[in-house]
């Protein structure tokens, strides 16, 4: 039998979990404080959009791209056709379909061309962002307004995590609370979601 001595914790990692646990404070905080402050009027509005359209395209740059992959999933394990915008499968975007758009500060290029794009296509656009005043929020049919810091606004006092990471913080509890939204109403087992789960993983 072989025996561990047990190591007594350096002042180093005492620091470094005082520091964890005041940072896992903070981030619970803020998020915490952020959230409350949606609108549930403009995620309900939001909701009804990726209810009613024929398919779903989702397009976001970075951190809040990644954030709308896991919402793309979501909405397919609901049943909806749902495309990621970039992915060499994405069809065209047309009338009848919503284009679901994520950037903090709403100027994203990328993200903007794509919204310009679909609306031109007929599509309609749904938007979360920091800013309701900016390009993206101007072309959206509904917007979902996230009051959280830009990731270019390093002094707020919204925020004292870096960059956008509050932004994609409450970005992925809304979408995920529109998730369970649009489920509540669909009634669909969670068995029957799981076997549209992927399988070639």
Known sequence: MTLTAEVAPTA???ETSRLISANLSLVRGEVAGTTAELDPGQLSRLAEELRTASRVFVAGAGRSGL???????????????????GDTTTPAIRSGDVLLLASGSGTTSGVVRAAQTAAKAGARLAVYTANPESPLA???????TIPAAQKTDHGS?????????????VLFLAAEAVFQTLWDGDATPAEEL????????
């Open 67 to 85: 954030v709308l992959r896991m919402v793309a999933m979501r909405l397919m394990h609901l049943g909806l056709e749902v495309h990621i915008a």
């Open 138 to 144: 101007e072309l959206a049919d509904v917007v979902v």
């Open 194 to 201: 799981w076997l549209r789960h992927a399988n070639l993983e």
């Open 12 to 14: 180093s990692d005492t």
């Open 157 to 169: 006092s919204l925020s004292r995590q870096y960059a956008g990471s509050l932004f994609e913080q």
